[in-house]
């Protein structure tokens, strides 16, 4: 038994388990999120964006992704949100199976909103389904505006990017037409926001397409 | 046979061929580095630096590893360094059977330096040795100070930690001490330095360490 005939049957294995996944968010009316980023591009500070501009209005529940570690738990909590931390240990990319176990053990009643936080890592991520209704992409200005093309599979895989950092723009080399053009080379049917989790730029239009999305879940 | 006994040979396997490169290297008082990162942290701007400063005494060679693209391989052949790219096709990490395969391409003769610039990745890379002498982890000041306590594996593993883009240090919500103090409870022996690719902050020290550590690999 060859190494790919392996893979193959641990990816199938993971989309059994993502369809039920996906089965449990359609039956519960949430919209559930599974964000994707280099580590540092800013998913769990986008969490704490918006949750300070939803929480009034939605229930939000978070799965955390580590590869070590609790502390985006300890962030996110701070809120008040309910959240379980995964810790891989060591392991590059969460799995249906685990965000399954994590499912467990959240009270997922009324819950609107659930967001995946994934591991930090632009490539792994990008193969394992697990369940979500979209898959966002977090990229941060810094990071540099060739990045879509050099991982690709990551922007193909994707229905939302997300620029972050925008404030950072006059400090760094990267030219956000050649980012955005970069993207929708490897996925034209990306929708794109740019938004600054620092000066708050760029949030309500996140927010409001995450509520028109929830709407249309229920 | 579990896909655990498959990994073990496969890193098995990695190890035996990486010994063979480290002999090579050894034989022809080549100094190799691994330089590994987040995508986007500044390893080939670093490369970039380390050319002006150091081709006018040193001879240097490049292995650009990159999941897709050789943009990379591009920007180091324009400062006439030989240079071969290793398109992984999707894969996450360099192994040192790819490494082996670019030697077999590269002109050796009187290279001092040979950096092997790794896919951009702060997980998988950290456990395939390539053959080199030091294993380098570049962070980035806008990737957050809690990153060496979130990725452990890759500042466990490397020599050296490069803290690069100091120059956003006013912009960005990290604490260099704690960034500092956070890679050293991981791994006490790191030598840091700090860097900006974008000001020259760093460089010369670094390029200093690069020339005393090449001095002592003839």
């Excluded at 979500?132 to 505006?145: N, R």
Aim: glycine share 8%; charged share 20%.
């Amino acid at each position: 038994m060859s190494v790919i005939t392996i893979e193959r049957k641990v990816l199938e294995k993971n989309d059994q388990v993502a369809s039920r996944n996906r089965q449990l968010f359609r039956d519960q009316g949430i919209f559930a999120l599974n964000l994707v980023s280099s580590p540092g591009a800013g998913k769990t500070s986008l969490l704490e964006r918006s949750f300070q501009e939803l929480q009034s209005s939605m229930k939000i529940a978070v799965i955390e992704g580590d590869v070590q570690t609790d502390l985006d738990a300890q962030r996110v909590a701070r809120y008040g949100v309910p959240v379980i931390q995964i810790v891989t240990m060591g392991g590059c990319h969460l799995e249906a199976g685990l965000v399954e176990d994590a499912l467990g053990k959240l009270n997922l009643n009324g819950v609107d909103l659930l967001f995946i936080e994934n591991v930090g890592n632009l490539v792994c991520p990008a193969g394992y389904d697990l369940g979500e209704a979209v898959k966002v992409v977090i990229l941060s200005t810094t990071e540099g505006d060739d990045k879509p093309l050099k991982y690709p599979a990551m922007f193909l895989n994707s229905s939302v990017l997300i620029v972050n950092k925008v404030d950072l723009m006059p400090y760094v080399n990267c030219d956000l037409n050649v980012l955005k053009g970069n993207a929708l080379r490897v996925n034209p049917n990306l929708k794109i926001f740019e938004t600054s989790c620092f000066t708050g730029a760029g949030i309500s239009e996140w927010c409001e397409w995450l509520r028109r999305k929830d709407a249309s879940a229920k």
